[in-house]
Each structure stands twice: as structure tokens, then as C-alpha cells.
């Protein structure tokens, strides 16, 4: 399974809009995938409520992780996404 740890970038964490960027995101990847918080227990990224339930706050560890194929090249773009907390998922890594 590929994995991604990576600190969230947003100031606010993954609240309201942050959240809404980074689920239109993974659904874009076109990969299921799931995120968690370092210590707690995985969630579908494309859900929104989901992903808003997990509380994650800007500094914060998360965990994104698939097995899917194209995991690799998603994981990297995704974890971009809330490392540099970006508006929009980059085209390339």
C-alpha cells in the first residue's frame, strides 16, 4: 500500500473550504483513497463529511494512503495539495 504523511498546510486545518478543495481533489485523482490523522483511523478522502469528522488542524500529521494503481503519482499530488495548502490540485508534482 502507498502512503503519504504529510503535515496540513492550511492555517484553519481541513475546515469548510480547505475541505472542499482537497475532497474535489481526491475524487479528481480518479484513485480511492483514504486520509487519517497520524494516531486515528482512515477515512474515505472523497467524502466531505468524512474528511471534515476527522477535525485535522493546519500543522497537524495526516496519513494519505492507497492501493490502488496510480497510487503513487495521486499520493504525491494530494499530499502537494495540503503540505503547501494550494487552491487546487497541481496538474504535475
Excluded at 34 to 62: C, F, H, R, W, Y
Excluded at 75 to 93: F, N
Amino acid at each position: 500500500m502507498a502512503e503519504r504523511r504529510v503535515n496540513v498546510g492550511w492555517a484553519e486545518g481541513l475546515h469548510a473550504r480547505p475541505a472542499s478543495i482537497f475532497v474535489r481533489a481526491a475524487t479528481a485523482t480518479g484513485v480511492p483513497v483514504t486520509i487519517a490523522k497520524a494516531d486515528g483511523s482512515p477515512v474515505n478522502a472523497a467524502s466531505m463529511l468524512a474528511v471534515l469528522g476527522l477535525g485535522a488542524q493546519g500543522g497537524e500529521e495526516i496519513v494519505l494512503a492507497s492501493d490502488a494503481e496510480g497510487a503513487e503519482a495521486a499520493l504525491e499530488r494530494l499530499a502537494k495539495l495540503v503540505a503547501e495548502g494550494l487552491e487546487e490540485l497541481p496538474e504535475t508534482v
